[in-house]
């Protein structure tokens, strides 16, 4: 017959397990490097984020771009982002919106959506400039000063990323300032992946903006010099 099998007890030791000791210190590995350049990009953002009601105009909004889905539908995220940047154009905080992502991203034209949705909320066309080519942060603000001849923007995108969008626009010669979208926030597990996310790329920004990369220089639109008049209530 079988033996059965005696369960022993043991003792919690308050030992960390040599698997868990192991994963702990990569991780630490990980997040070290990453804790200076944080600590340099908020540095560089402070006092220049502001609640709707209290952002200084500017000529343009630039909203980043993020997932969209295979039907053209923006993502929760990416929602959030061009919502604030319809309150600040009927606020009259900003005068037109760059749009800017990535035009061949896995499912779906990123700027294709947001100028598609802006659109159909009632922002006229000569009020909306597309770069297809915001393939991250840098570039997108490298591109707004360089491509579209931005001087001064308000960066638009999730409060989480508003500290490196302000920072990085600031470190390359913008006047940035930004507000940020929390709409998203009841959605915790994202929100907090793309928290850690966010922080752990201040490292690339930081190398990005000491290494002055350039970005792709394709495109030519200007911002315009004159708007029509918002028609979205």
């Not at 006092?47 to 000529?59: A, E, N, Q, S």
């Not at 154009?89 to 005068?95: C, P, T």
């Amino acid at each position: 017959m079988p033996r059965h099998r005696v369960r022993k007890h043991h003792r919690r030791s308050g030992r960390i397990p040599r698997v868990g000791l192991v994963g702990l210190l990569a991780a630490g590995a990980g997040v070290a490097p990453a804790v200076p350049s944080v600590l340099y990009i908020r540095r560089l953002a402070s006092g220049h984020i502001y609640p709707v009601d209290r952002v200084p105009g500017t000529p343009v909004g630039i909203v980043f771009g993020a997932l969209t889905y295979a039907d053209g539908t923006p993502s929760s995220f990416l929602r959030g982002r061009l919502d604030l940047g319809l309150e600040l154009l009927r606020r009259k905080k900003i005068d037109s919106i760059l749009v800017s992502g990535d035009h061949d991203a896995e499912f779906y034209d990123e700027t294709a959506a947001m100028r598609d949705y802006l659109v159909d909320h009632g922002v006229p066309a000569n009020r909306i400039i597309v770069d297809p080519y915001g393939f991250d942060t840098y570039d997108t603000v490298v591109r707004a000063r360089d491509v579209y001849g931005a001087v001064a923007a308000t960066m638009i995108t999730q409060s989480y990323h508003l500290p490196r969008a302000v920072a990085t626009a600031r470190a390359v010669g913008l006047d940035a300032v930004g507000v940020g979208d929390t709409s998203v926030r009841v959605r915790r597990i994202a929100w907090t992946k793309g928290l850690i996310r966010d922080q752990l790329a201040c490292v690339k920004t930081v190398y990005d903006l000491a290494t002055k990369r350039r970005p792709m220089q394709e495109g030519s639109a200007r911002l315009p010099d004159r708007v029509a008049p918002l028609t979205a209530d």
